[in-house]
């Protein structure tokens, strides 16, 4: 038999990789996926989708400015604080522009 008959392995990129591994890198590098998805009916627009897809650790997502799950109330174990917080403000923020209110009708009729 010649050499150029015998049966050889086929080499793919993931030689000696597990998905672990291929995971890891991914995680490490970070991968971006995006896309764009319309729906139309003749030439009508009826859906316009458009898709945005970030694929990284949270090291990764961290060095390129993206750490919005830092700041998320529903994400975070101070939630019920920061709601309690907020609405307090809220009503805080309604009592002054009322008492603003009561003292510009004063200032425009004033009592003689």
């Known amino acids: 038999m010649s ?8 080499k793919t990129s993931t030689t000696g990789s597990s998905l672990a591994d291929i ?9 971006v ?10 030439s009508v627009e009826l859906l316009s989708i458009r898709i945005r897809l970030l694929v990284a650790s949270v090291d990764k997502a961290k060095e390129i400015g993206i750490n919005w799950w830092e700041s998320d109330p529903y994400l975070s174990s101070r939630t019920q604080e920061l709601l309690a917080s907020n609405q307090q403000l809220l009503e805080r923020v309604n009592l002054l522009e009322r008492e603003l209110a009561a003292v510009k009708q004063l200032e425009a009729n004033p009592n003689p």
């Open 3 to 10: 050499q150029a008959l015998k049966p050889q392995a086929i």
């Open 33 to 42: 996926i995006a896309g764009d998805i319309t729906v139309s009916v003749g």
């Open 23 to 31: 995971l890891e890198r991914v995680l490490d590098k970070g991968i």
